[in-house]
């Protein structure tokens, strides 16, 4: 499957802020917790864990009958792309929004799955397009994409669209090899990209359905001596 390409996000994970991930990714904040440091950026979301913005993250009871899997919860505001606001003379309008969080398992374990949920909603009339992309990540590897393309030729109204990624090897998506006490970076990479072939079309949207969430799961086992 084809990765989606975010410049967005590719830029900004290059400034200082990936650097202090990684430091801690390579285990130099081994008292946080498995899932930490994280940053939300693009065209439609700004925030990060010391700075408020349009997107929180709590983190997810355990279930004790999975103790090793690790959840958090990431949760938006006015994260959207509407048709209505914007310019009538402008053909093509995208929202973007790509997620990171650090993963940093203990010297004794290792990072063995990774997965996404999300769902979105989507409206447009005839005469537009609609491209809804989404892409798991971890480091510089695509766990999987997802890309949902809804043609002109068809009015939509979309009620909901579940999306769910993940390293599942069933589907191809697996892990690169990983070492013991190894951190990472786990991404999700949101793009939404509309265009209309009349400018008076205003009925063309995309948004997060219901809670307006992305949930991150992560899990950890053991190393094998």
Not at 28 to 48: H, Q, R, Y
């Amino acid at each position: 499957m084809q990765s989606i390409q975010n410049p967005i996000a590719k830029t900004f994970i290059k400034t200082v802020l990936l650097g202090s991930l990684l430091a801690a990714a390579n285990g130099l904040a081994a008292e946080k917790p498995v899932l930490n440091d994280w940053f939300a950026l693009g065209s439609g979301c700004k925030a990060k864990a010391d700075l408020p913005g349009n997107v929180k993250m709590e983190s997810l009871p355990q279930d004790p009958a999975r103790p090793n899997v690790h959840r958090v919860k990431f949760s938006f505001s006015g994260f959207e792309l509407a048709g209505d606001t914007a310019p009538k003379e402008v053909e093509q309008f995208a929202r973007e929004c790509a997620v990171r969080i650090n993963i940093n398992p203990s010297k004794t374990q290792k990072i063995v799955d990774v997965r996404a949920q999300t769902a979105v909603v989507a409206s447009k009339d005839l005469g537009a397009s609609l491209d809804i992309n989404s892409e798991l990540k971890i480091g510089s590897s695509s766990l999987g994409a997802v890309r949902k393309t809804m043609a002109s030729t068809a009015k939509v109204d979309l009620t909901e669209e579940k999306i769910e990624l993940s390293s599942d090897g069933a589907k191809g998506n697996t892990l690169p090899t990983l070492g013991c006490g190894e951190g990472k970076i786990i991404g999700f990479d949101f793009s939404w990209i509309a265009k209309r072939e009349r400018k008076k079309i205003t009925n063309l949207s995309v948004g997060l359905s219901k809670e307006k969430s992305l949930i991150i799961e992560a899990t950890i086992g053991d190393c094998k001596i």
